[in-house]
């Protein structure tokens, strides 16, 4: 079992930044990937990025590439969502999410951490 906690949301003006953390802890030696996902009211939750936990290679979806980057520290068990350049459409619940290597789904979520960026 993963527990995800995701921190750092918060209300910020258009073209501001934020940086998400994304706590885990229990049995991580077999996470895969870490991603973040986010879902605007009324909307379906979609995709932000995703990271490797072991090499990194970092995919993002368009509407955030170039404003948003992904980490994760081994180390510390954490990952990390840099948002910069913020953008009124950017306002949703964001989930960090982990996969384990014998999975092909996301199967541990955290609660979410509430983003609004006001214009």
């Known amino acids: 079992q993963v527990q995800l906690v995701e921190s750092g949301g918060g209300l910020v003006q258009a073209g501001g930044s934020l940086r998400l953390s994304c706590a885990a802890s229990?049995?991580?030696?077999?996470?895969?990937?870490m991603a973040w996902f986010r879902q605007a009211p009324g909307k379906e939750r979609e995709f932000v990025a995703v990271?490797?936990?072991?090499?990194?290679?970092?995919s993002y979806a368009h509407s955030v590439k170039g404003r948003f980057t992904i980490s994760r520290d081994i180390a510390k068990n954490m990952g990390h969502l840099q948002m910069n350049s913020l953008k009124p459409e950017d306002t949703a619940v964001y989930y960090c999410?982990?996969?384990?290597?014998?999975?092909?789904?996301?199967?541990?979520w955290g609660q979410g951490t509430q983003v609004t960026v006001s214009s």
């Open positions: 999410a982990t996969r384990d290597v014998a999975a092909s789904t996301y199967g541990y």
């Open positions: 229990g049995t991580t030696l077999s996470t895969y990937a």
């Open positions: 990271i490797t936990w072991s090499g990194g290679r970092p």
